[in-house]
Each structure stands twice: as C-alpha cells, then as structure tokens.
C-alpha cells in the first residue's frame, strides 16, 4: 500500500499538473510499443467535501497528462461495487511510444 501526502492542491494548470500533489513514480521495461491499459487501485472513499473531486493524474514518460476523476456518489452501484471488493479500479489508456525505459507517473491532485 502506497500513502501519497501531503496534498497541496488548489488550482491545476497543464504545465503545473505534476507540481500540485504527490507524485508517485514507476519505472517499466517495454518490448515493444502500442497501447496499453493501466490500471490504479485505490480506497473507496468519498471527496472531502462538495468542493473537492477524487481526481489523479496518469502519464506515461512525458505524453500528455490524463486526469481522472473517479469519484462516487452516496451509494451509488459504483460505489457498492467499490465498497465490497475494497478498492476503487481505475483504468486509464494510453500509448507506448517505443520498445524500452519507460516512466508510468501517477499523482494525487485532491486533497484525501
């Protein structure tokens, strides 16, 4: 289990999206290059407050950030689901460019 704090999130611009939470990195070795699913497994919690989404942001080395939000509502079948097997699954597509190093960057940009 992996804890990202602390949160400093406010407001979230392309160029800054990585420098507003925590940041949690993944290095992985491809043989070769298209696409793939990635997959994020988190607590099944609700936002902070109405203020607040579940957001995280997924990239693979520098290509275009992905944010996600994966928040639920009251009990909605999403979150039963969540709920009874402990965990929210959050999928995300993206691209690999080429066969080699590669950095998976996953970031918090909610507070908990």
């Given at each position: 289990m992996i804890a990202l704090t602390p949160i400093k999130k406010n407001n979230i611009t392309d160029s800054h999206i990585h420098d507003t939470g925590a940041v949690i990195e993944y290095d992985f070795y491809s043989f070769s290059k298209g696409k793939v699913q990635i997959n994020v497994y988190c607590l099944p919690l609700h936002a902070l407050?109405?203020?607040?989404?579940?957001q995280i942001v997924v990239a693979i080395d520098e290509d275009q950030p992905q944010v996600i939000d994966y928040r639920t509502?009251?009990?909605s079948e999403i979150w039963k689901q969540n709920v009874l097997r402990n965990m929210a699954i959050i999928q995300s597509g993206s691209l690999v460019s080429s066969?080699?190093?590669?950095?998976?960057?996953?970031t918090a940009i909610d507070p908990e």
């Open positions: 407050n109405n203020g607040h989404k579940m509502f009251d009990r066969p080699g190093r590669h950095t998976l960057k996953i």
